[in-house]
């Protein structure tokens, strides 16, 4: 499932290697923690499996949550694409902080 192996870039890696199903960490390097509770222990790296467009969402969920929105306009005027996203990234930090 990794994505983006190309764009990957070892170099800026702090753990100074490329850590995939060929080439795995010698000890699980990589967990993700929700609620205090561990969901995943890799010994391959996660970040590869974040697509570019995700990034992207990322970046902009700080904005929507100032109440700056994608594109000029309201709520209607919004690509449901964009909408969509924030509402999932929205759930997901609801759910991590109730649990």
């Known amino acids: 499932m990794?994505?983006?192996k190309e764009s990957f870039n070892c170099?800026?890696?702090q753990w100074g290697r490329h850590c995939d199903e060929r080439n795995p960490a010698p000890i699980e390097q990589w967990i993700v923690k929700r609620a205090g509770k561990i969901v995943v222990e890799?010994?391959?790296c996660l970040l590869p499996m974040v697509s570019n467009r995700s990034v992207q969402f990322?970046?902009?969920?700080n904005h929507y949550k100032n109440h700056h929105l994608l594109i000029s306009g309201g709520?209607?005027?919004q690509p449901n694409v964009y909408l969509t996203a924030m509402q999932i990234i929205n759930g997901q930090l609801n759910e991590s902080t109730r649990q």
């Open 2 to 4: 990794n994505r983006n």
């Open 11 to 13: 170099e800026t890696c």
């Open 42 to 44: 890799s010994t391959t």
């Open 58 to 61: 990322l970046n902009l969920f």
């Open 75 to 77: 709520i209607a005027e």
